[in-house]
């Protein structure tokens, strides 16, 4: 059987054994990998520490009947260390690679592969509030995914925006003839930055209120999690915490 080499972002891991693990990933060609990583849980393993969550590794694999093996690995984004020492960051990475992991069962592309590896960069390195950074992320995975949540039409009739009520179950802004009752208005400022997180303009992401953002994050949850059909486990744990340096 042959061996092979891609890029990926490491997503989860279990213990298998005594030594070894099988590791998730999500790869750059190949979409996602379940590999057996032998021996890697011994301090003599030249590549364990490579093969933790959120690491982005250069691997080589052995193409196996059931799960593959992994044979090299070599570091490309050592992000796991700097995302670990700060709470609001580990928790957006996992909820992060949770939904990666979730939406991968389909056939991954390349570009959800260099979404994930450029939300967890920016993360380790402190770039932006990361429940910002995740909100961004769930937006435009779910875009790529075919679930783009519509920010300006009425998603039910086509109806022309600007609208006032999002509502999850229905792919996103609807007029008021569409809205069920007792669906919420959403302020103009939140629903700019919904439009904001969809197109990565972190300039007006970053002077957003902390009003605006929690609202904001609070529709996102909520259309994400309609569309993957089940919660997001690690959302329950992610904080609101702002950007380090800001005012």
């Keep these: 059987m042959p061996t092979y080499r891609d890029e990926a972002v490491i997503l989860r891991t279990h213990k298998l054994g005594e030594a070894d693990r099988i590791v998730t990933m999500l790869s750059r060609g190949h979409g996602k990998v379940r590999a057996v990583a032998k021996g ?49 960051r580990f928790t957006a990475a996992n909820a992060m690679v949770e939904t990666a992991d979730r939406l991968s069962d389909a056939e991954a592309t390349p570009q959800q592969y260099l979404l994930l590896v450029g939300g967890l960069r920016a993360l380790s390195r402190g ?10 992320y769930l937006l435009r995975v779910m875009a790529l995914s075919g679930w783009a949540p519509s920010l300006d039409d009425c998603a039910r009739c086509g109806a022309p925006g600007p609208h006032t009520r999002f509502v999850a179950q229905l792919g996103g802004m609807v007029c008021s003839n569409d809205a069920p009752a007792g669906s919420p ?35 996102v949850a909520a259309y994400a999690q309609w569309h993957l059909e089940r919660g997001i486990r690690s959302l329950a744990h992610v904080t609101d915490a702002p950007r380090e340096g800001a005012r």
């Design 40 to 88: 890697v849980r011994r301090t003599s393993s030249k590549f364990g520490s490579r093969l933790e969550p959120f690491m982005v590794a250069d691997v080589q694999l052995y193409q196996g009947r059931t799960l593959d093996i992994v044979q090299q690995a070599e570091s490309l984004g050592s992000y796991g260390t700097d995302i670990a020492a700060h709470y609001d």
């Design 127 to 136: 770039e932006h509030a990361p429940r910002s950074i995740l909100d961004s």
């Design 185 to 219: 208005r959403i302020a103009e400022k939140t629903l700019m930055l919904l439009r904001a997180l969809m197109a990565g303009e972190w300039d007006v992401i970053d002077d957003a209120a902390q009003v605006e953002i929690s609202a904001a994050s609070g529709l």
